[in-house]
């Protein structure tokens, strides 16, 4: 039995076009074709869940150059449909969902909501300037909900998905769980976040060095979970879970930015094969974001410069996705070709 892997290539090298012609689109196709399992590989029903969740570090302003009040006010905003991750959701026939992993607010307003999911493990992470972020309860609670998420998404027929998030205050998490996962220094992972001017910017890493200053003994114990519980969120961890289940259903995963990626480093260091699954959607501009997909031996499909999360980046990916599945499917092979002599 021939291997499905030269199958694929072989499929794709017969079409009617110079070989290698469709450069990254030739890698994409043959890797959703790996995970279904098959040489006629097909996007069925995308979905992208957005996770959102507050920061405690966030009410004391040190990190986030917008306040914390803002992660509600943009949950309200995803439901009546006004965000960019709505508008491109509606352009590509992505379904969304959005799921309250933490928001510091009374969302039972948004219950009856269709797109609406109702996860909340708690209002907001505690201070890490202070205690860890999460209880460690929690923290496996936000990964075991994600998962359950993804479990029934999959049960309606997906078979790619993507998670983007929403939490002021969220990238300094990222970049902590960047520096411990990664051993960096924090000046390596620290960015601008949703826009920190110069003062800003060193008020933050100065901020984030004393986090990780003071959580330092649970960081060189260099357990994920540990990690994740001190330095992470609600909506990271939730969408920890929702990367390990969505890799053992075999989806294609489509990865957004920086935020996405950090939560990734924490799925990847558990499970190391959803890496197998991830395609990755654009390289943010946020800093730190280039070094981690280098970790992650990834080329991009998208660098627009795009710095905003929500899952944006990778939603505007997911019909490259589709368009390498097409190509496979239904280019006519190079043998149908009459050509003369
Ligand atoms: C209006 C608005 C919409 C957003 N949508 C995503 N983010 C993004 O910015 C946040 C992370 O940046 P930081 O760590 O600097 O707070 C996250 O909520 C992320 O999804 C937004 C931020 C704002 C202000
Ligand atoms: O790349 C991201 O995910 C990102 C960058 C800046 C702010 N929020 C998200």
Redesign the pocket.
Known sequence: MKDLFFELQEKINSKTKPLGALGQLEETALQVGSIQGSTRPEVKLPHLVVFAGD?GI?ETGL????PQA??A??VHNFIRGG???NVFCRQHQITLKIADAGVKADLSELHGSPEFIHAKIAPGTRNYLEEPAMSFEETERAIAVGRVIVNNIAATGCNTIAF?????????A?SLLMAAFLNLPLEKCVG?????DDIQLTRKLQTLQAVSDKHLSVISLRSPLKTLQYLGGYEIAMMVGAYLSAAEHKMTIVVDGF?ASAALLVAQSLRPEVLDNCIFGHCSGELGHHHLLHHFGARPLLNLGMR???GTGAALAIPLVQSAVLFLNEMAEMDSLKIPG
Request: hydrophobic residues 40%.
């Open positions: 920061h966030a990190v986030n150059p917008y803002v992660t006010q943009m965000a960019a991750i983007g998030e929403m939490g002021i205050g969220n990238s300094s990222a601008r976040g949703t826009g920190a935020i905003l999360g929500e």
